[in-house]
């Protein structure tokens, strides 16, 4: 069985970075999208992801964006990964070059299966619960057996987002055999203020740890 694929996102301090690092997770995340309560500054980037080891891929998180917030983050020289997390098209989100994650919203009517297939050159689809308030972040899970049908007819690699947390990982994984998974608001203290005897539990309880 291959390792899970695991992602943190919603950094905002290097000490949480590092800890993520220490625990062999294999992405961070960063909001770069201002109603966050997770939201960075482009400034910020290199306090937070300037010294970390290359074997972590550096992920920068949009919603909607504009184009030229998209190039100023790209150009610090930080980033590895672009994540969409709103209304892109496909031809949007290979503009910049870069390998892409898509996020989709599951709930309020959205057929993922259509909507990941739009996008057949992502790296990875990310299937995150639908909020009318808010595009991520919400720790509410949605209905698995729909991220469980798309991981068995799907040729794309399947991240499980929304709503998991250190109680909930194992039993979510078990149920549909993502490719990864991704965190946020389940490992904080507060939130963007991630807590680190709550990452650790989370990686145990993904079976990498």
């Known amino acids: 069985m291959s390792k899970l694929w695991i992602k943190i996102c919603g950094i905002t301090r290097l000490e949480d970075a590092q800890a993520a690092l220490t625990l062999g997770v294999d992405a ?13 500054e482009v400034a910020d980037l ?7 080891d290359g074997s ?11 184009r ?35 996020a989709l919203r599951v709930g309020g009517g959205t057929d993922v299966g259509r909507a ?3 996008y057949p050159d992502a790296e990875m689809i990310f299937l995150d619960s639908f909020d009318k308030s808010a595009p991520g972040g919400t720790g509410k899970t949605f209905d698995w057996s729909v991220a ?12 499980l987002a929304g709503g998991l947390n250190p ?9 549909v055999n993502p490719f990864g998974v991704d ?12 807590d680190a005897e709550k990452l650790r539990a989370f990686v145990r309880g993904t079976g990498n740890g």
Request: charged share 25%.
């Open 28 to 40: 961070l995340g960063a909001v770069f999208f201002p109603p966050s309560p997770r939201a960075i």
């Open 46 to 52: 290199s306090e937070i992801f300037a010294d970390l």
């Open 56 to 66: 972590i891929l550096r992920t920068a998180l949009f919603v909607n964006p504009e």
């Open 68 to 102: 030229e917030l998209v190039q100023r983050v790209l150009e610090t020289g930080l980033i590895d990964r672009l994540q969409f997390h709103g209304d892109e098209d496909a031809v949007f989100c290979a503009s910049f070059g870069v390998p892409y994650f898509k």
């Open 116 to 118: 990941s297939a739009e």
């Open 148 to 159: 469980q049908k798309l991981v068995a007819e799907s040729d794309q690699r399947i991240v």
């Open 167 to 175: 109680d909930n990982v194992a039993d979510a994984i078990e149920q």
């Open 183 to 194: 965190v946020s608001s389940g490992v904080e203290s507060a939130p963007g203020i991630k």
